[in-house]
């Protein structure tokens, strides 16, 4: 079964062998823009998002904080369309992918780990790609939270094939500067 007949069955080549070639440009091969934003809530907001998205030339947006309780798709604006997970009705956290109208059908698999983690594995340019968000927590979230994240963030990782692309955005909730003991590094929320 070749890609076009199941698109979730893609295989990406190596391109390793072709450092330092000349080569013509393959027409399967496309650019795209991939971003990330907190949007705080999507309540609201939708309309504003994608006039963002189209002002920019951004053709998938990777969303935090959506603070919307469900595992559900919505349609935005214009065709937009909104990916999103928020599992637990008692949090306020939420993430989501908004796909152009043309890349809409390319998502073949959408993967809701929990209300912080995501991911929609989709074929671009005839390359499996899985583009994957997260909203990790914050500074004053209790440890044991942030390691649950980084946990269930790394199994996503680990479980996608290594002949896929990944694609990560989101807010990591990092800090640079110096810890109440006065060492100075950096360190994730």
Known sequence: MDASQDKCSGVIASHSDLRGRR??????????????????????????????????????????ETRWKANKAKILAEGY??????????????????????LEEEACEVSRVNDRIMSVKMMFGGEMVTVLTAYAPQAGCPEDEKEKFWRD??????????????????????HVGGKECGEERWYGG
Do not use: W
């Open 23 to 64: 080569f013509v440009k393959d027409p399967m091969v496309f650019k795209i823009r991939v971003r990330t934003l907190n949007v705080g809530t999507m309540t609201g907001n939708g309309r504003e998002i994608v006039d963002m998205m189209q002002r920019r030339k951004i053709k998938v947006l990777c969303v935090q």
């Open 81 to 102: 369309k909104l990916l999103y997970s928020s599992a637990n009705p008692e949090t306020r956290n939420g993430v989501g992918v908004i796909l152009h109208r043309e």
């Open 153 to 174: 963030f790394d199994g996503v990782m680990v479980g996608i094939p290594e002949n896929e692309r990944v694609i990560a955005r989101g807010d990591v909730n990092g």
